[in-house]
């Protein structure tokens, strides 16, 4: 069984920052992409960043400078460093193991809430 666990959410001012852990069991980021997505109220859930199992890093132009993914292989967990943090950051964050995240499929945590006051 596969399990995903997010931690690391909560209230922030804008301008603060936040570190979000994704940790996983029954299978390896080592072995496969990994995610971080985050859902507005009323918008569609977005990709914000993503890393490979190489490695690779790709973060969508909104966050780009500002937050930060990173993975620990041998704790096979997943990070989300988020700074300089303004109100439209605010939502749920999921993270996501997948072979791709451009195809459908893998493995969603419960999702975190992420808030800034402005």
């Known amino acids: 069984q596969v399990q995903l666990v997010e931690s690391g959410g909560g209230l922030v001012q804008a301008g603060g920052s936040l570190r979000l852990s994704c940790a996983a069991s029954?299978?390896?980021?080592?072995?496969?992409?990994a995610g971080w997505y985050r859902q507005a109220p009323g918008k569609q859930r977005e990709l914000v960043a993503s890393?490979?199992?190489?490695?690779?890093?790709n973060y969508a132009d909104s966050v780009k400078g500002r937050f930060t993914i990173s993975k620990d292989n041998a704790k096979n967990t997943v990070y989300l460093q988020m700074n300089s943090l303004q109100p439209e950051d605010t939502g749920v964050y999921y993270c996501?193991?997948?072979?791709?995240?451009?195809?459908?499929?893998?493995?969603w945590g419960q999702g975190t809430q992420v808030t800034v006051s402005s």
């Open positions: 996501r193991l997948a072979t791709t995240m451009y195809t459908s499929g893998g493995y």
């Open positions: 029954g299978r390896s980021f080592s072995l496969n992409s």
């Open positions: 890393v490979t199992r190489s490695g690779t890093t």
